[in-house]
Each structure stands twice: as C-alpha cells, then as structure tokens.
C-alpha cells in the first residue's frame, strides 16, 4: 500500500521540490522552440512515433547541464532540462540528451526511478536544510 501510494504521489512531490528548491518553471513546446527548434521538434517527432502523450517539459535555471525524466507513467511524464543543456550543448547534442529521456518514458522504465528518487530527495533536503539552520 505504501509503494502504491508512493508511485501515486511522487510526481507531485517532485514537481513541489524541483520548483521550490531549483526553481523548475514549466514551459510548452511553442516556448521551447524558439530557443531550442530542434530539440522541439524531435520531442514532437518521437512522441508521435512512440504513441506517447507528450511529457510535461520543464526548465531549471542552472548552467550545469542535466536532464531528468520522472513521473507514475506515461500519461504524466515530466522532463526537466536545465539551461546548461540549452547553453552548452549543440542542437545535435541537445536532441540525443531529450531522446534519451523519451526513450525512458516509452520504455517505461523511469516509473520506479522515480518512487526511489523521490524518497532520496526528500530525505536529502531535509538532511541539507536542517544542517544549515544549526549554522
């Protein structure tokens, strides 16, 4: 029941904390176009290929690149990339980095990445930010 639970409400837990503590903003794939044509283009591209509804994108302002995918299932996949992987990384680059990504939503493999990464991060927040106060 627990794990249930767990697979229930991670996506939502994920998305409080990678807004709250990374400031992830959501955008739309029109948005992500005009930075990034290419990478729109292929996320649109392999989501029609693979018959999977098109995840929920977003963006974390941090130059360090990264990319991430969480979510129950395909239905609400989210993908997160950071604005290294727009600044740093080619369109070529930019386009594997997402098709990776894709390629964990359609293959369904990032459900249970995500029960178990949300846990670690809870605990690691909690852990980061109650150290800090006894500063």
């Known amino acids: 029941m627990i794990n249930f639970l767990l697979w229930l409400v991670s996506p939502w837990c994920s998305d409080w904390m990678y807004r709250f503590f ?25 989501c029609e290929a693979e018959k ?10 941090d130059d360090n690149p990264n990319a991430f995918t969480y979510g129950s299932g395909p239905w609400n996949a989210r993908i997160i990339i950071t604005h290294g992987i727009i600044r740093f990384l080619s369109d070529e680059e930019r386009s594997s980095v997402v098709a990776h990504e894709l390629g964990h939503i359609a293959n369904r493999d990032f459900i249970i990445m995500t029960i178990a990464s949300t846990l670690l991060q809870i605990l690691y927040e909690i852990y980061y930010y109650t150290n800090k106060q006894k500063r």
């Open 22 to 46: 990374y400031k992830n903003q959501w955008t739309t794939l029109e948005e992500l176009a005009v930075e990034s044509p290419k990478t729109a283009e292929i996320i649109r591209k392999i």
């Open 52 to 61: 999977i509804k098109l995840p929920k994108i977003g963006i974390i302002p």
